[in-house]
Every structure is written in structure tokens, then in C-alpha cells.
């Protein structure tokens, strides 16, 4: 017999970054198997000390863990050198580690050293990969014991809600003042759009664009008015290049899902995204959205009622496993050779 542990986070959520929400849901699909037992990792977003005290608490409780049973693991810190050690002793104790990737910073914001250790940290683990991109690179370096793709993380919401008219051709929703590419938006194509997030008003004002507000990510998926939702990153209205002010490279969508991309399904509108980004081909094969070589060809794009039809009927059939958590739970059971939810402990 094994026994499947968690890491349950503790901490103060910013409820305008989808990012967190996609750990808290996971979290959420976690808890809800009863045989799954948690472990308290309390986070502080502020405090770096009050953290490295929690990590080794964390690890100090993680003692309890016998050879054979299963670890799952899946915020940002398990990947930071002071943790390494930790990880590699539970590993010669034949402990399985379960790592459900919410981002490689190392090779998001192009670090050498942390991209060494999150690359090293995965070896021999079990791992939940964004998309195939990100399997080829993960592969070319490591050798995993298991891993499962997901291609679109989990969005979990409350289907009483009514969603809003879909007033605009095209909405955008993140942190506005990192989304430098539009700033770049000629004027024709800007009122096209409607934007939704932490504002940027010298942004909103300059460039003519429809602003929607900033809503926590429970509340937003019903507020989003396009007819499609843009998933775009950098400085270039051609291509998602360009580094960002804290850092960020944005051909990292090379490689990673963007919750973005969970956010506008939820909603139940088809996204728009780069052809090279990492889900491009998904969204394709799945008849989800559309790609782009740039944002300029919005323009001129212009869809007919059926084809239209089509996208929005496979988007919200797609959209229950989603905000159902069921596709994400599919492939953790994948990934942990489980046949369901009662065989979680064996």
C-alpha cells in the first residue's frame, strides 16, 4: 500500500493574477479526493526569511513519508536551490515526486543557473508538462520517471453566473502596464478591442482602447466581452519578442500554456495566439481559436457566422473539462497510473 501527499499553500492570493488562481485550483481538485493527504506549506508573499522558515518546516513534516508513497508538488519554490537537497533525499527514500510545472523560471526570464536547477530538480521526478515544446526541451535534458502533457491548466468557476455580451471583436486581459506590444496597436484596429486588468491609464487614454476593468479571477471570466480573447506577450505587434521590465522573455510562449489561455475558455470565447507559440497546434487540432503570424492581421480578419458557430460550439463542449477540473484530474491519474478516484491510495 502507498499513500499520495500534497503540498496544501497557505497563503494571501492576488486575486488579479490568473497565475495564482491556477495553483489554488489545482489545489482545489487536490482536496477533493479524500485519500489525498495534505501537507501545510505556509506561503508569505512578502517575506522571503518567514518563507525559508516554512520551506524547511515543509520539509521537516515531510518526514512522515515512506518509500513508495507519492509526493505532489507544484509552487514555484520547489524549485529554488535551497530545496534541492530536500528533494534528492526523498528521492533515494524510492519517494515518488509529482511536479505539476506552473512555469520554468529559469527559462522564462533566461537565468542559466536557476534554469540548471529546475532542469536537475525534474530528473527522475513525475512531471506535468505545459506542451509538447516544453517536452522537447524538458527531454533533451532530463530523464523523467513519468510525465503526463496538459496543454491547458484547470479553471474552476461557478456556472451560475450569467457571462457578458459579447460587444467587441477582440479582448485582452492581463497586468496592462507589461503588455507592452499595445502600446504598439494602431488606432483602427485599438477600438476594436477591450481590455480588462490592472489599468494603465496614460495606455487607455493615448491609444484609444475600450477599458473593461479589473475583476478578481473568480469574476472575470464572466465579464470578458469579445468575440475572441488575445493571447499575445512582448514589446512586437510581429511575434511575441522582446524582454519585459522585470525580466520576462516573451518567447517563452514558445513553450508554456498561458492561464490566459484557461482564462478566455472558461469564458467560452476562442482564443487568437502567435503560430509559434507552444499551444498554437492545439488550438488548431482542437478547433478552439485561431493563430497569427502578427497582431496586424486582425485588421482585416473578419470571420462568417458559421465558421464562428463551429469555434464556439467546440470551445464550450471543451470548456467542461475544464472548469470541471476533469481534464486535469485525467491526466494526473495518467501520470500516476491511477484508474480513478476511489484507487487513489493503493
Avoid at 49 to 63: A, D, E, V
Avoid at 122 to 142: A, G, P, R
Avoid at 227 to 242: A, R
Wanted: hydrophobic share 40%.
Amino acid at each position: 500500500k502507498y499513500m499520495i501527499y500534497y503540498m496544501y499553500e497557505k497563503h494571501s492570493n492576488n486575486n488579479f493574477n490568473a497565475g495564482g488562481k491556477a495553483r489554488l485550483d489545482v489545489q482545489k481538485i487536490l482536496e477533493s479526493h479524500k485519500d489525498f493527504l495534505p501537507i501545510i506549506y505556509n506561503y508569505s508573499s512578502d517575506n522571503k526569511i518567514t518563507n525559508f522558515k516554512s520551506m524547511l518546516t515543509f520539509f521537516s513534516k515531510c518526514k512522515k513519508i515512506k518509500k513508495g508513497d507519492v509526493l505532489i508538488l507544484q509552487n514555484q519554490f520547489m524549485f529554488f536551490r535551497f530545496s534541492f537537497p530536500f528533494i534528492q533525499r526523498l528521492k533515494k527514500k524510492n519517494i515518488k515526486i509529482v511536479f505539476i510545472i506552473h512555469d520554468l523560471n529559469g527559462l522564462r526570464m533566461n537565468r542559466k543557473k536557476t534554469n540548471w536547477i529546475e532542469l536537475k530538480m525534474m530528473d527522475k521526478s513525475y512531471i506535468m508538462i505545459h506542451t509538447d515544446f516544453m517536452k522537447e526541451y524538458i527531454l533533451n535534458s532530463v530523464t523523467p520517471a513519468q510525465y503526463s502533457v496538459l496543454y491547458i491548466f484547470p479553471y474552476l468557476i461557478d456556472c451560475t453566473h450569467k457571462s457578458s455580451e459579447k460587444n467587441f471583436d477582440f479582448c485582452y486581459a492581463g497586468n496592462l502596464s507589461k503588455s507592452a506590444f499595445l502600446h504598439c496597436l494602431p488606432k483602427d484596429l485599438s477600438t476594436r478591442f477591450c481590455l480588462f486588468g490592472k489599468g494603465d491609464n496614460s495606455l487607455i487614454q493615448q491609444r484609444f482602447f475600450n477599458y473593461g476593468g479589473a475583476y478578481t479571477s473568480d469574476e472575470i471570466p464572466f465579464k470578458l466581452n469579445g468575440k475572441f480573447g488575445l493571447i499575445w506577450d512582448g514589446n512586437s505587434l510581429d511575434g511575441c519578442v522582446g524582454i519585459s521590465n522585470d525580466g520576462i522573455n516573451a518567447d517563452y510562449i514558445r513553450f508554456n500554456s498561458p492561464h490566459k489561455f484557461a482564462l478566455y475558455i472558461s469564458a467560452g470565447i476562442p482564443v487568437i495566439c502567435w503560430k509559434k507559440s507552444g499551444i498554437a497546434e492545439f488550438v488548431i487540432n482542437n478547433k478552439l481559436g485561431i493563430t497569427i503570424d502578427s497582431v496586424l492581421e486582425l485588421r482585416d480578419f473578419i470571420i462568417n457566422d458559421d465558421d464562428y458557430k463551429v469555434l464556439i460550439k467546440n470551445v464550450l463542449e471543451f470548456r467542461k473539462q475544464v472548469i470541471s477540473g476533469q481534464l486535469f484530474e485525467q491526466k494526473l491519474y495518467e501520470l500516476l497510473n491511477i484508474n480513478s478516484k476511489k484507487s487513489a491510495s493503493v
